[in-house]
């Protein structure tokens, strides 16, 4: 009796051990680094996110930005022209500025703008200003331009207007070309748009520009438009343009 309960207690000990066996190596098979998951297949409280290189610096509202320093968005309308492989953004010097008044009496509005470019009033319907010192092989320019147009014009022409003035800047003499999507501005506190625009010369000089256009009363409309060496934008010239705009003023 004794010897029938003792061989039936090692037989149950054998099948225990070789089931704990046979779920081992069947875990082994498996994944020898087996690890809970979750539902989706992930294991439990990983975030995939956390592997990505986020540079939060560049995914602020309207400061985007690609190697060059160039804007990738245009205000609260952002269009993304290359959010694959985008590279870090080299850091640009900061040009510093002085400001002084300009008064364009030809167009009746006064502003301030950089000490030192050279101003030219021949015309009479603008004001352009040039610095006359290069960077990049790039002269910065600023126009402001206030013209009439038809009496049944409207915002939306405005936004069509803009639309074809960075089209018809891109024309001619450059090797690329590319804008973003026009954005809501206001000029003089009148509604209007804005957008930006980048383009290769053929001689391997580049510029950035932002053009401003907003509808005045009496039939007029205003252009704000700033070209600058690429790369500088946003670290000089942004503030150059947005400068202008704040301190522009009706005479």
Same mark, same amino acid.
């Given at each position: 009796?004794? !010897?029938?309960?003792?061989?039936?207690?090692?037989?149950? $000990?054998?099948? #225990?051990?070789?089931? =704990?066996?046979?779920?081992?190596?069947?875990? $082994?098979?498996?994944?020898?680094?087996?690890?809970p998951t979750?539902?989706n297949?992930?294991?439990?409280?990983?975030?995939?996110?956390?592997?990505?290189?986020?540079?939060?610096?560049?995914?602020?509202?309207?400061?985007?930005?690609?190697?060059?320093?160039?804007?990738?968005?245009?205000?609260? +309308?952002?269009? %993304?022209?290359?959010?694959?492989?985008?590279?870090?953004?080299?850091?640009?010097?900061?040009?510093?500025f002085?400001?002084?008044?300009v008064?364009?009496?030809?167009?009746?509005?006064?502003?301030?703008? %950089?000490?030192?470019?050279?101003?030219?009033?021949?015309?009479?319907?603008?004001?352009? $200003?040039?610095?006359?010192?290069?960077?990049?092989?790039?002269?910065?320019?600023?126009?402001?331009r206030? =013209?009439?147009?038809?009496?049944?014009?409207?915002?939306?022409?405005?936004?069509?207007?803009?639309?074809?003035?960075? !089209?018809?800047?891109?024309?001619?003499?450059?090797?690329?070309w590319? +804008?973003?999507?026009? #954005?809501?501005? +206001?000029?003089?506190?009148?509604?209007?748009y804005? =957008?930006?625009?980048y383009?290769?010369?053929?001689?391997?000089?580049?510029?950035?520009?932002?053009?401003?256009?907003?509808?005045?009363?009496?039939n007029?409309?205003?252009?704000?438009? $700033?070209?600058?060496?690429?790369?500088?934008?946003?670290?000089?010239?942004?503030?150059?343009?947005?400068?202008?705009?704040?301190?522009? !003023?009706?005479?």
């Amino acid at each position: 009796m004794k !010897k029938s309960l003792t061989r039936l207690v090692t037989a149950l $000990l054998v099948l #225990a051990l070789l089931g =704990a066996a046979g779920a081992v190596s069947e875990n $082994l098979q498996k994944d020898p680094m087996s690890v809970p998951t979750g539902s989706n297949g992930l294991p439990e409280g990983y975030d995939p996110a956390a592997e990505e290189d986020y540079d939060s610096s560049i995914y602020t509202f309207g400061g985007e930005y690609d190697e060059y320093g160039r804007s990738k968005y245009a205000g609260a +309308t952002p269009i %993304p022209l290359d959010p694959i492989d985008m590279p870090t953004p080299t850091p640009k010097p900061t040009i510093p500025f002085s400001y002084g008044i300009v008064s364009a009496d030809k167009i009746g509005v006064t502003f301030e703008a %950089p000490v030192g470019w050279q101003i030219d009033t021949s015309a009479d319907d603008s004001v352009t $200003l040039r610095d006359p010192n290069p960077v990049d092989g790039v002269n910065a320019t600023l126009m402001v331009r206030i =013209a009439s147009v038809a009496s049944g014009y409207k915002l939306s022409d405005v936004k069509s207007d803009l639309h074809m003035m960075l !089209k018809e800047l891109g024309q001619y003499n450059y090797s690329s070309w590319t +804008t973003t999507d026009t #954005a809501t501005r +206001t000029l003089l506190k009148k509604d209007g748009y804005y =957008a930006d625009y980048y383009g290769d010369y053929y001689d391997g000089t580049s510029v950035y520009g932002r053009v401003m256009m907003a509808l005045l009363d009496g039939n007029r409309v205003i252009t704000v438009h $700033l070209s600058c060496p690429n790369g500088y934008f946003s670290s000089s010239y942004k503030s150059v343009i947005n400068h202008v705009r704040e301190t522009l !003023k009706q005479q």
